[in-house]
T-cell receptor, first 116, second 112 residues
Framework: GAVVSQHPSRVICKSGTSVKIECRSLDFQATTMFWYRQFPKQSLMLMATSNEGSKATYEQGVEKDKFLINHASLTLSTLTVTSAHPEDSSFYIC????????????FGPGTRLTVL | DQQVKQNSPSLSVQEGRISILNCDYTNSMFDYFLWYKKYPAEGPTFLISISSIKDKNEDGRFTVFLNKSAKHLSLHIVPSQPGDSAVYFCAASAPGTYKYIFGTGTRLKVLA
């Protein structure tokens, strides 16, 4: 199957700093990528849909100025958590699909963010 | 409002027996459903999908059943193996969108 990577896998940062997480599709081009957040023992919550060459579409309740998304190329989307606070600590996962809506979404391995 | 629900947070099954994981949804517009498996600190991996034009899809040990009138789907794993122990998420999608709505997950433990 298609491979999606994320970097870093773990990051610990101080409150008030910004953290960038990269999501790459390694063997396919993804016009659309998705960013999810998972709290412990909870579902994956879709944060935003990242579209190559255009602005991301954010889900209701997700602050776009807090979670900056850039999809600069067909293989790379980045999520920047700005001015991070302890409540932003979570597991962030990206996914990408191959094109058609019913194509499988391939998920990255996730990034564990801990804000001290 | 949780549009996709997995009411059983956990399930334990003996190795070799059948595992049945259930998922209910409220949005009648959903027409495509998937099951994902997830290990701790990893991203979900795709297992099996089903379109609303079908009521069953089978792939090896995994079978997904869809009951549209009841807005219910289930994943059957038979025979269950210890390596199947993971959290299983169902997800649903509606026409015109790439978005998947995920359930809260069921932790399956297969006992050797």
């Amino acid at each position: 199957g298609a491979v999606v990577s994320q970097h870093p896998s773990r990051v610990i940062c101080k409150s008030g700093t910004s953290v960038k997480i990269e999501c790459r599709s390694l063997d396919f081009q993804a016009t659309t990528m998705f960013w999810y957040r998972q709290f412990p023992k909870q579902s994956l919550m879709l944060m935003a849909t990242s579209n190559e060459g255009s602005k991301a579409t954010y889900e209701q309740g997700v602050e776009k100025d807090k979670f900056l998304i850039n999809h600069a190329s067909l293989t790379l989307s980045t999520l920047t958590v700005t001015s991070a606070h302890p409540e932003d600590s979570s597991f962030y996962i990206c996914s990408a699909n191959l094109g058609a809506r019913t194509d499988t979404q391939y998920f990255g391995p996730g990034t564990r963010l801990t804000v001290l | 409002d949780q549009q996709v629900k997995q009411n059983s947070p956990s399930l334990s099954v003996q190795e070799g027996r059948i595992s049945i994981l259930n998922c209910d949804y409220t949005n009648s517009m959903f027409d495509y459903f998937l099951w994902y498996k997830k290990y701790p600190a990893e991203g979900p991996t795709f297992l099996i999908s089903i379109s609303s034009i079908k009521d069953k899809n089978e792939d090896g040990r995994f079978t997904v059943f869809l009951n549209k009138s009841a807005k219910h789907l289930s994943l059957h794993i038979v025979p269950s193996q210890p390596g199947d122990s993971a959290v299983y998420f169902c997800a649903a999608s509606a026409p015109g969108t790439y978005k998947y709505i995920f359930g809260t997950g069921t932790r399956l433990k297969v006992l050797a």
